[in-house]
């Protein structure tokens, strides 16, 4: 269970919130410009990483607005929440930059 | 080649009156040699078939299995052991029946016992939609040559005398495979991998793979925390952490992984002789041979390698148990655990060659993947020694996500494994 701090809202419990998947996709500007494969990356292939993940979230039973989460994977440790247009903050998860989907963690998983 | 024992009443009866003190190890500890012609990464039940079904069936002998843990760690021990071939899709009744069809003789092929049980497997019906949805799939799977068996609330009270049938969510029905059952999950790693040593496979344990070397495109070999393995094919299969080992190769995969969760009850006399799964109130159950009441929760809704679980997710299944099983009410569980899965959008597997020439992929089982750990070994052995796909295998390469000829089992998989 996961304690999330929507950013009009303040902190509640994670059965308040939907969870919506990797944050900060592009849409290809001109659709019909791209082939199956760069449409097919584009709607189906995800880093998926094992650390930090940019991740979107909606207070449906609040709100009801959108916002992006950074939670480390490996721990479920949420480092920020943040505006939709605004930028990712810089976190130190320790090991991981958060674009490398190598596993750095050498440790058995908890 | 490692001379195993054979296991038989004989042996078994020879081996009491030593107390048991000189059986043979199971496989042998094998050390990395400097290169194999194909390497298998990932000691789970779906990685061991495959190395199995290249020496047995593909004349590919020289097979190592890098396991960064031990066989089995990984969702092969972590499932709840249900095994079932009624899948909506062609594609899907083929692969999985195939597999149903393989595990029907397993226990006499590897000469281990994975206690195969074919109890039978019910999928109860609770709305209109739960209706027609079993009613449709019922049919499909009845079409395509797979036993399948509609059943009226009367008919499944008397297979499951203590269910209650009125809930919240009444049952109005159910869809029967008798083929469905259980089998014994970490017996199945154990039993791949004593007959893959024994046709000369090397099984390493505690080896981790770290990298892949690449040359001009073509896979030459694995980094490992044991050192660089030279291969000339390499074999996938490491469930949960597909993502993390295709950032590696450089390529991204359609798949996300999440925690999903078992819990177990202290152990009771025979109350459940079947399978039962309901996927509107999200509850399945069975009873293992230790008389433990197996009961598998859902995913957590988002990525995550914790391998922990949220504890939501296990009150909502035992919620839907007791509702469904009044009698369980005083029951205490266990244990409790959970496996990262690898899921993609068509709930339907990856079975695919990648941009990486000679480097394979198989994956994508998420949720549901123990039951077809025979077929998916021996079609992905196939795939790997003939660098083509086994024609059961092509409709599962990546390839379905360009073209939109997307497998969707989601009714048939989405909750229920
Ligand atoms: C709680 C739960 C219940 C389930 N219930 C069912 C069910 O009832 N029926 C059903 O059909 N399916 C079920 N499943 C799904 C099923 O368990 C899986 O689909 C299946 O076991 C996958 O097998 P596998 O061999 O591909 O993966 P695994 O058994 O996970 O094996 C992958 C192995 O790869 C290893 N590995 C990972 N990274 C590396 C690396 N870098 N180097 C070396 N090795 C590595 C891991 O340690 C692991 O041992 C369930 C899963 C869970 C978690
Ligand atoms: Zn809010």
């Known amino acids: 269970m996961l304690l999330i701090k929507c950013p009009w809202c303040g902190t509640r419990d994670m059965s308040e919130f939907s969870y919506h998947g990797e944050a900060h996709l592009l849409r290809p500007p001109a659709p019909a410009e791209v082939d199956d494969a760069q449409w097919g990356a584009y709607l189906f292939a995800r880093k998926n990483p094992k650390g930090l993940h940019r991740e979107r979230w909606m207070h449906a039973h609040g709100c009801r607005r959108w916002f992006n989460v950074l939670r480390?994977?490996?721990?479920?440790?949420i480092y920020a929440t943040y505006r939709p247009g605004d930028s990712p903050p810089d976190v130190d998860a320790g090991d991981d930059n958060g674009e490398n989907n190598g596993d750095n963690n050498p440790g058995n998983p908890t | 080649m490692n001379k195993p024992?054979?296991?038989?009443?004989?042996s078994?009866?020879?081996?009491?009156?030593?107390?048991h003190q000189d059986w043979a190890r199971a496989w042998r500890n094998a050390q990395p040699k400097r290169e194999y012609e194909a390497v298998i990464v990932g000691g789970g039940g779906h990685g061991l078939a495959t190395a199995y079904y290249l020496a047995r069936e593909c004349g590919v002998r020289d097979v190592a299995v890098l396991e960064k843990g031990w066989l089995g760690g990984g969702n092969t021990g972590r499932n709840t052991t249900i095994v079932r071939s009624n899948y909506l899709w062609d594609e899907s009744a083929a692969l999985y029946d195939h597999a149903v069809k393989l595990w029907e003789g397993l226990s006499a092929e590897l000469n281990y016992n994975v206690m195969f049980s074919q109890r039978g497997l019910l999928h109860l019906a609770h709305n209109v939609h739960d209706m027609q949805e079993i009613g449709r799939r019922g049919c499909a799977i009845y079409a395509n040559g797979i036993d399948s068996e509609l059943l009226t609330p009367a008919q499944v009270k008397t297979?499951?005398?203590?269910?209650?049938?009125?809930?919240?969510?009444?049952?109005?029905?159910?869809?029967?495979?008798?083929?469905?059952?259980?089998?014994?999950?970490?017996?199945?790693?154990?039993?791949?991998?004593?007959a893959a040593d024994a046709l000369g496979v090397d099984i390493i344990q505690n080896?981790?793979?770290?990298?892949?070397?690449?040359?001009?495109?073509?896979?030459?070999?694995?980094?490992?925390?044991?050192?660089?393995?030279?291969?000339?094919?390499?074999?996938?299969?490491v469930a949960g952490h597909c993502s993390v080992l295709a950032d590696m190769a450089g390529f991204r995969l359609p798949i996300e992984s999440t925690p999903l969760q078992a819990l177990v009850s202290e152990p009771l006399k025979p109350v459940l002789d079947c399978v039962v799964m309901s996927g509107t109130v999200h509850a399945y159950i069975s009873q293992s041979d230790k008389g433990e009441l197996v009961i598998g929760a859902g995913s957590d809704a988002y990525n995550s390698y914790s391998q922990r679980g949220g504890f939501d997710s296990i009150e909502?299944?035992?919620?839907?148990v007791l509702e469904l099983y009044p009698i369980f009410s005083r029951l205490k569980m266990l244990r409790q655990w959970a496996g990262i899965v690898d899921v993609t959008v068509d709930r339907s597997p990856l079975i695919t060659a990648t941009p990486v020439r000679n480097l394979f992929f198989n994956c994508g089982w998420g949720t549901g993947g123990f039951k077809a750990t025979p077929g998916s070994g021996h079609v992905f052995a196939h795939c790997i020694a003939r660098g083509e796909m086994h024609p059961l295998a092509a409709p599962f390469s990546i390839e379905r996500f360009n073209?939109?000829?997307?497998?969707?089992?989601?009714?048939?998989?989405?909750?229920?494994?």
């Open chain 1, 72 to 77: 480390d994977t490996r721990d479920d440790r």
């Open chain 2, 5 to 10: 024992n054979r296991y038989s009443v004989f």
């Open chain 2, 12 to 19: 078994l009866a020879r081996h009491a009156l030593n107390y």
């Open chain 2, 159 to 194: 297979m499951v005398p203590f269910i209650n049938l009125d809930g919240r969510q009444p049952v109005l029905g159910a869809l029967l495979q008798r083929r469905g059952g259980t089998a014994r999950h970490d017996a199945v790693a154990w039993g791949y991998a004593r």
């Open chain 2, 207 to 237: 080896c981790e793979v770290t990298g892949f070397g690449i040359d001009a495109n073509r896979v030459t070999g694995v980094q490992t925390n044991r050192g660089f393995i030279g291969a000339r094919k390499v074999g996938c299969v």
């Open chain 2, 316 to 320: 909502h299944a035992l919620c839907a």
């Open chain 2, 403 to 417: 073209r939109g000829a997307l497998i969707d089992e989601g009714a048939a998989a989405a909750v229920a494994h």
